[in-house]
């Protein structure tokens, strides 16, 4: 995550004054929370502003916040003002989606989102085989307010789309809800955790990566993580101390963070087949490599992936 997990009005759009940053204080938990919104239009923002090619491309998000002509006018739509954080955001899609789609072409049919947010892989991807199944697990709220927007607009989804209703700050078991909503526990999976873990309690993150090692042999998992700030590059980390500084003083501090030889650790204990650091210089050079306008990703967000 780059910004404070804050809520917005069921109409998607932030009330309230801004912050540093264009945050925003806690309004209405049963629309999408701001991050999301603001995750939705910086992916937008990268197919209309950033050069040609789209390191990915995705501006339906953009229908689904509800966000009027004027969207381009927030202050924390700047182009300029935080250039790494909307990077991180098109990565850790592009990553996710890369990876999804690989595993499927292995003949994986089983996706899992946790924390699915204004995700619409389920509506750009209907052409997939109907065989896939689609989990997507986020808030009662939020997720109810989705579907409505979804039907409202008239979007198809993939036919396999399910949606599960799940906090994964419950202290409950996203396992155990995942499969009472008819996901096959004998078949392998792959999930995604994207942009959701740093206003998790560190103890919700440890549960949601030790419950992974349930998943069937073949499966694969990949999350995103914050490193500490003092680890994070010069530059992008006095942004992001600035972004800190805003979160707390509206009351969603950023709460865990993970150096890499850390969360390997955790993964390793926990019995993970295989775990892999991504770090932000390789992500860089994939999707980034070459390009005119300098755009790319800090390290202060990197990523996961275990295999069972």
Not at 41 to 51: C, E, G, K, P, S
Not at 91 to 99: K, V
Request: aromatic letters at 8%; zero cysteines.
């Amino acid at each position: 995550m780059t910004t404070e997990d804050t809520r917005t009005s069921n109409a998607g759009t932030p009330h309230g004054s801004a912050a540093p940053g264009g945050t925003v204080p806690e309004q209405n938990s049963a629309g999408p929370s701001s991050l999301a919104v603001r995750a939705a239009l910086w992916r937008a923002l990268h197919v209309q502003h950033d050069d040609p090619p789209a390191v990915f491309d995705d501006e339906l998000g953009l229908r689904l916040t509800g966000e009027g002509e004027d969207w381009r006018k927030r202050p924390d739509m700047d182009p300029d003002d935080n250039p790494f954080a909307r990077a991180a955001v098109i990565t850790r899609a592009r990553f996710g989606e890369d990876l999804v789609l690989e595993q499927l072409g292995r003949g994986v049919r089983q996706y899992v989102i946790l924390g699915a947010g204004l995700d619409t892989f389920a509506q750009r991807r209907a052409d997939l085989p109907p065989s896939v199944r689609i989990f997507e697990l986020d808030p009662p709220g939020p997720q109810s307010w989705k579907r409505e927007r979804l039907a409202e607009l008239g979007l198809d989804s993939h036919a396999g789309l399910r949606f599960v209703p799940y906090d994964l700050e419950s202290g409950g078991s996203w396992w155990e809800t995942l499969v009472a909503a008819g996901f096959d526990a004998g078949e392998p999976a792959v999930v995604v955790s994207l942009g959701v873990s740093a206003f998790l309690r560190k103890d919700a993150i440890v549960a949601m990566v030790r419950q992974g090692t349930a998943l069937a042999p073949g499966s694969t998992m990949a999350a995103t993580f914050q490193l500490p700030l003092a680890m994070v590059e010069p530059g992008p980390r006095e942004i992001r101390a600035r972004i800190e500084e805003a979160a707390r003083a509206f009351g969603t501090p950023f709460t865990s963070f993970f150096a890499p030889e850390e969360i390997l650790g955790l993964a390793r204990d926990a019995g993970f087949r295989t775990a892999e650091h991504i770090p932000a210089p390789v992500l860089a050079a994939r999707y980034f490599a070459g390009r005119a306008d300098g755009l790319r990703p800090s390290n202060a967000e990197e990523l996961l992936v275990v295999t069972t």
